[in-house]
C-alpha cells in the first residue's frame, strides 16, 4: 500500500499523505482528517476511525469486519475553517461506493473539532 496512490484522492502517496496520520500523526487540518478518515473505511482501520471520533459522539463499535461495502471514490466539495489555528470546521464531501451490486453516492458535510491537546475529531455530519 504504501508504494501507491493514497485512496483518499490528494493525488499523493499513501507513505506521505494517510499513511503518517494512520501511523500515529496528528492531522494540522480538519480536512486532512477527513482524507484520513476516508481511507481508514477503505481500509477497514476501525481502531483509527474510533481515536479520530469525538467522545461525545463515538459509537461503541462500527463493525467492519463484516462490513460490504467497496468505498469508490472520495471528492472533497469545500472546507470551511478547520485550519491549523483553528478550533472547529467542517468538510462538504462526496463519497462514492457499492454495496452489494449498487452504486451510491453519501455526500456530507461533516463537522470538526480541536480538542485541548490539539488533536481533531469528526464530530457529526448532516
Given at each position: 500500500?504504501?508504494?501507491?496512490?493514497?485512496?483518499?484522492?490528494?493525488?499523493?502517496?499513501?507513505?506521505?499523505?494517510?499513511?503518517?496520520?494512520?501511523?500515529?500523526?496528528?492531522?494540522?487540518?480538519?480536512?486532512?482528517?477527513?482524507?484520513?478518515?476516508?481511507?481508514?473505511?477503505?481500509?477497514?482501520?476501525?481502531?483509527?476511525?474510533?481515536?479520530?471520533?469525538?467522545?461525545?459522539?463515538?459509537?461503541?463499535?462500527?463493525?467492519?469486519?463484516?462490513?460490504?461495502t467497496?468505498?469508490l471514490?472520495?471528492?472533497?466539495?469545500?472546507?470551511?475553517?478547520?485550519?491549523?489555528?483553528?478550533?472547529?470546521?467542517?468538510?462538504?464531501?462526496?463519497?462514492?461506493?457499492?454495496?452489494?451490486?449498487?452504486?451510491?453516492?453519501?455526500?456530507?458535510?461533516?463537522?470538526?473539532?480541536?480538542?485541548?491537546?490539539?488533536?481533531?475529531?469528526?464530530?457529526?455530519?448532516?
Open positions: 500500500m504504501s508504494a501507491g496512490l493514497c485512496m483518499c484522492g490528494s493525488g499523493k502517496k499513501y507513505a506521505v499523505c494517510c499513511g503518517p496520520l494512520h501511523a500515529g500523526r496528528n492531522a494540522r487540518t480538519c480536512e486532512q482528517l477527513m482524507r484520513s478518515r476516508y481511507s481508514a473505511y477503505v481500509l477497514r482501520l476501525e481502531a483509527y476511525l474510533l481515536h479520530t471520533w469525538h467522545p461525545a459522539t463515538r459509537p461503541a463499535r462500527l463493525n467492519l469486519e463484516n462490513d460490504q467497496r468505498w471514490g472520495l471528492k472533497i466539495h469545500s472546507r470551511e475553517d478547520g485550519g491549523p489555528g483553528d478550533g472547529v470546521g467542517w468538510v462538504s464531501f462526496s463519497a462514492s461506493y457499492r454495496s452489494g451490486q449498487d452504486t451510491h453516492t453519501l455526500t456530507e458535510r461533516s463537522e470538526f473539532v480541536r480538542l485541548p491537546e490539539g488533536r481533531w475529531v469528526y464530530v457529526d455530519g448532516e
